[in-house]
């Protein structure tokens, strides 16, 4: 099991993590009306940074907009959810890499299946930044489950019910021995993974299902490509055929908790080339995490 920091934010304050507790009559626990984000907290010489803070929060409050969760903006403005971040980091004395996850639950209790005017309550924890993917390699599989379209549940929105369709997937692919699944979206064109974006690399170009392949936005995903553009790689964002995947050059997975993963196996196929593309991308994302650094421009100091 992953561990946990000992303080937990949770409403306005901070509590002991055991402590954070949403009823079982609310609609956070009864249709998994929260909506969420996880992002990285690094130490550079001694101090706090967030990774791309204020998209992390961008992303929280379009997900509560799609999902018609509307009593959260009003309240947590940016400022208010950074100072709560602070506060949070701070007093759990984070000394490593760790992941913070935020999330804001519908709390009200039997409202019936509805979203709107419902008071929610924002939760943050910390834990340990551990990999969910084999970082020297992953094996992957074809999911027998599709990814939720974007008319039943919006992968944009990053909402927990929705979460249900990751697990399915991933724990589809562990009982079949593999590291990850790969989700097809409803017309069977490539999505994504349990909780990572897919990138693959044919003749020198860096290709990635568009954002209407049902796929989570994702931060990282953005990243990969500011830093693409940078390195003068040619990108293409448009829909991808599984048989591209099985032919690729190379293949890798980017996300909060995949970090940049090659790919070594879809399916049983192999790549054969040696991911040189792969590895130029992971060591400027690397280089991310040092605010001084070239693309030290995402870090946010926590104070
Ligand atoms: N897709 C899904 C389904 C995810 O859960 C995640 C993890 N948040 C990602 C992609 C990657 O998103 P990000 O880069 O913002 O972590």
Redesign the pocket.
Known sequence: MTSLYPHAYFGNTIIPIEDAKLSVASSAVLYGLSVY??FPVVMHEGAPYAFRLHD?YE?LVRSAKIIGIDTFTPKWTYKRFFEAVCELVRVNEVKERVFVRASVHVDALVPGTRSRGLPTTLSMFIYAATPIVPQEGARIKTSVWRRVPDYVIP?RA?VNGA?VN?VLGKQDALDSGYDDCLFLDDSGHVC??????IFMVRRGILITPSHASD???????K?VLEIAHTLNIPIEERTVDLTELYIADEVFA?????FIAPIIEIDGRTFEGDNTITTRIRESYEECFNPHGNFGKYMSLLT
């Open positions: 984000t996880v992390h992303r992968s990053k979460y990751s994504e993974l349990s909780a990572a974006n796929i989570l936005e994702g931060i990282n995903r990243t980017c996300g909060t908790s995949a």
